[in-house]
């Protein structure tokens, strides 16, 4: 399985953008697909998560009640919907794809494949 993240762009602070992250084959029931970023200097880290079957998803404080995860099982498609960004929110951003849901989830290291990542950047 490839995955294909875009979406990303310049905005302003306070501005929305939506990601998208296609996987280039069927996504089954108990996978796990998340976001991470990365900004200049730092680790990578957890943005969100989704449980393919269910839908259940987590997130980063950080995000929360601005970010949204979504899925759409027709298109093989996860969304990221990133409301309300701040200029901390600027960095690369990769979705990541595991065969299985793990409590784990947060972890880049549970992750196996990769999308190549999108920049973000917001401009206060």
């Known amino acids: 399985v490839q995955l294909q993240a875009y979406g990303g762009g310049l905005v302003q602070a306070g501005g929305s953008l939506r990601l998208s992250c296609a996987a280039s084959?069927?996504?089954?029931?108990?996978?796990?697909l998340a976001w991470f970023r990365q900004a200049p200097g730092k680790e990578r880290e957890f943005v969100m998560a989704?449980?393919?079957?269910?839908?259940?998803?987590r997130y980063a404080d950080s995000v929360k009640g601005r970010f949204t995860i979504s899925r759409d099982s027709a298109k093989n498609t996860v969304y990221l919907q990133m409301n309300s960004l701040k200029p901390e929110d600027t960095a690369v951003y990769f979705c990541?794809?595991?065969?299985?849901?793990?409590?784990?989830?947060?972890?880049?290291?549970?992750?196996?494949?990769w999308g190549q990542g999108t920049q973000v950047t917001v401009s206060s």
């Open positions: 084959e069927r996504i089954f029931s108990d996978t796990a």
């Open positions: 989704i449980r393919w079957s269910g839908g259940s998803t």
């Open positions: 990541a794809r595991r065969p299985r849901w793990t409590t784990n989830y947060y972890r880049p290291s549970e992750y196996n494949t």
